[in-house]
């Protein structure tokens, strides 16, 4: 079944990248069908204050920063269908977007399905997710200003991470299920030389321990023998990002870690009239501000485009 009309633009993911293309689309007369997803506005909906989106003096919680983005793009004429896409095909001129049953055609899309952070999927992670349990220091390290913390990894982005959080925190456990981190040597030296970060190798996270927040963490060494419970007010995940392209696979070149590879060192992709935005492209940044700018990026090169082509 399809829905018997060639969009301007249809936008895939409702994320801070995906409403704001939506805004600067619908503001720019696109008429823009936005594929939200059944669960939308991206990573924020599981967030709780949001202290660093510009514009909010005290913050703002995550879902009300969503929430106020999508009325902002429904107001402006924004379309949304609250499903998942689940496949598509960009081998034409008329893109195509299929959701369950119906197929949506567009002249252009914008993929801004975002990612998602790595988890250990053990008990209390996302019990305690927002309520100690993180994924971003550079969002959160200022609520554990005098509090102790743990990090899981061993990669730049948990020495990255760990020496950050320094700057709050009275004490940075760093957890290694290795003996030795796989992180740059120049990385490794500023952490080893932090006094306030302590090394548990050999080690992983059995459980998040808490009651309205975290208070400790069950550790296991290698060879799966308790080691003695840590305490700690907050635990930081820091083990990668994984791209939602699952839906991509031979439509759109990918780099090796599968996130979205640009042409032109904005938005474009490597098939003609498919743009993209956040976090989908963006494995270093990873921030609703950024995802944001990338948005309205996309747009305004959407129409562009579609200008150049009448």
Not at 55 to 68: A, Q, R, T, W, Y
Not at 205 to 229: A, P, R
Not at 271 to 284: L, M, Q, S
Request: net charge negative; glycine share 10%; aromatic share 8%.
């Amino acid at each position: 079944m399809s829905d018997q009309k060639v969009h301007e633009l249809i936008i895939i993911g409702s994320g801070p990248a995906g409403l704001t293309a939506a805004i600067y689309a619908a503001r720019a007369d696109l008429k823009p069908l936005l594929i939200a997803g059944i669960k939308f506005g991206g990573q924020l909906m599981d967030t709780t204050l949001v202290e660093n989106y510009p514009g909010f003096i005290d913050g703002v919680m995550g879902p009300e920063l969503m929430n106020s983005m999508m009325k902002q793009a429904e107001r402006f004429g924004t379309e949304v269908v609250y499903k998942n896409a689940d496949k598509v095909d960009f081998t034409g001129d008329v893109k195509k977007v299929y959701v369950e049953d119906t197929e949506y055609q567009a002249k252009s899309v914008i993929l801004a399905m975002g990612s998602s952070p790595r988890r250990l999927n053990i008990p209390g992670e996302q019990e305690f997710y927002g309520r100690g349990v993180s994924t971003c220091a550079t969002c959160d390290a200022a609520f554990y200003r005098d509090k102790i913390v743990a990090v899981v990894g061993g990669g730049d982005s948990a020495m990255e991470e760990s020496t950050f959080l320094t700057k709050f925190a009275s004490k940075v456990y760093v957890i290694h299920r290795r003996d030795e981190f796989r992180a740059s040597k120049a990385m490794q030296n500023r952490l080893f030389e932090n006094k306030k970060i302590e090394v548990i190798w050999n080690a992983e996270v059995t459980e998040v321990v808490g009651s309205e927040v975290v208070t400790s963490l069950k550790l296991q060494d290698n060879n799966g023998n308790s080691l003695d419970d840590i305490t700690v007010d907050g635990m930081f995940l820091a083990i990668g990002h994984i791209p939602n392209t699952q839906i991509l696979e031979g439509q759109i070149e990918l780099d090796e870690q599968g996130f979205i590879i640009v042409k032109d060192g904005r938005t474009k992709t490597s098939n003609e009239g498919v743009f993209v935005a956040g976090d989908i492209k963006d494995h270093v940044y990873q921030q609703a501000v950024t995802a944001a700018g990338m948005g309205c990026m996309a747009a305004m090169d959407v129409e562009k485009w579609l200008e150049s082509k009448k």
